[in-house]
């Protein structure tokens, strides 16, 4: 169930990554960037490269802004405590950026420190209550601790969002998601004869 758990997290962080991508231009590997290079290892989920450019690209100074895909990549690659030091750091000139919160809280997660985790996507729904994938990740983690009712109460709060903007299918994901804790939920009912 653990694992479980945390590949829904951290999948929702990787299908972030991936949605991101922008229009490839046509280079020889030579003409490229540091930062191309770097964009494209993150996009292939190739963290060792992300963490050996990132160590000279970022340095003490993230004018890049690659502190998100830095961090990932060092998580994904074992070194979760520096993730957390390069977000921290990222945090304090920038503590508005609710992402930064996001991927904080995955690294705790990562690190099996659910509470800090909870607290980091706490700030993030406070910044952005939009954002589903904060309330599936509070969800997620209070199922793992075994709090069915705080982990319904989240899972819905994300279909609810879902339906709104019309991505049936996450929705209909987690709506099934609450009646597999709970058969009887009827909002979670209601919400499944929502989608068309």
């Not at 190739?46 to 050996?52: E, G, M």
């Not at 003490?60 to 070194?79: F, H």
């Given at each position: 169930?653990?694992?479980?758990?945390?590949?829904?997290?951290?999948?929702?962080?990787?299908?972030?990554?991936?949605?991101?991508?922008?229009?490839?231009?046509?280079?020889?590997?030579?003409?490229?960037?540091a930062?191309?290079?770097?964009?494209?290892?993150?996009?292939?989920?190739?963290?060792?490269?992300?963490?050996a450019i990132?160590?000279?690209?970022?340095?003490?100074?993230?004018?890049?802004?690659?502190?998100i895909?830095?961090?990932?990549?060092l998580?994904?690659?074992?070194?979760?405590?520096?993730?957390?030091?390069?977000?921290?750091?990222?945090?304090?000139s920038?503590?508005?950026?609710?992402y930064?919160?996001?991927?904080?809280?995955?690294?705790?997660?990562s690190?099996?420190?659910?509470?800090?985790?909870?607290?980091?996507?706490?700030?993030v729904?406070?910044?952005?209550p939009?954002?589903?994938?904060?309330?599936?990740?509070?969800?997620?983690?209070?199922?793992?601790?075994?709090?069915?009712?705080?982990?319904?109460?989240?899972?819905?709060?994300?279909t609810?969002?879902?339906?709104?903007?019309?991505?049936?299918?996450?929705?209909?994901?987690?709506?099934?998601?609450?009646?597999?804790?709970?058969?009887?939920?009827?909002?979670?009912?209601?919400?499944?004869?929502?989608?068309?």
């Amino acid at each position: 169930m653990k694992r479980l758990i945390h590949i829904l997290i951290i999948s929702g962080l990787v299908l972030t990554g991936a949605c991101q991508s922008k229009q490839q231009k046509t280079v020889t590997p030579e003409e490229k960037t540091a930062g191309e290079i770097f964009a494209e290892a993150y996009q292939k989920g190739d963290w060792s490269t992300v963490v050996a450019i990132g160590d000279t690209l970022i340095g003490e100074n993230d004018t890049m802004n690659l502190a998100i895909g830095y961090a990932e990549g060092l998580m994904a690659t074992g070194n979760p405590d520096k993730a957390l030091k390069v977000l921290s750091k990222k945090l304090e000139s920038n503590p508005q950026d609710y992402y930064l919160y996001q991927t904080k809280g995955n690294v705790y997660v990562s690190m099996e420190q659910y509470d800090s985790a909870l607290i980091c996507y706490d700030k993030v729904i406070e910044m952005k209550p939009t954002y589903a994938r904060a309330f599936i990740n509070e969800g997620a983690i209070y199922e793992l601790k075994g709090n069915k009712e705080k982990a319904i109460e989240y899972y819905l709060a994300a279909t609810d969002l879902f339906l709104r903007n019309k991505y049936y299918a996450e929705a209909r994901e987690f709506a099934s998601r609450v009646l597999s804790l709970d058969t009887n939920n009827a909002d979670a009912k209601e919400m499944l004869e929502q989608i068309p």
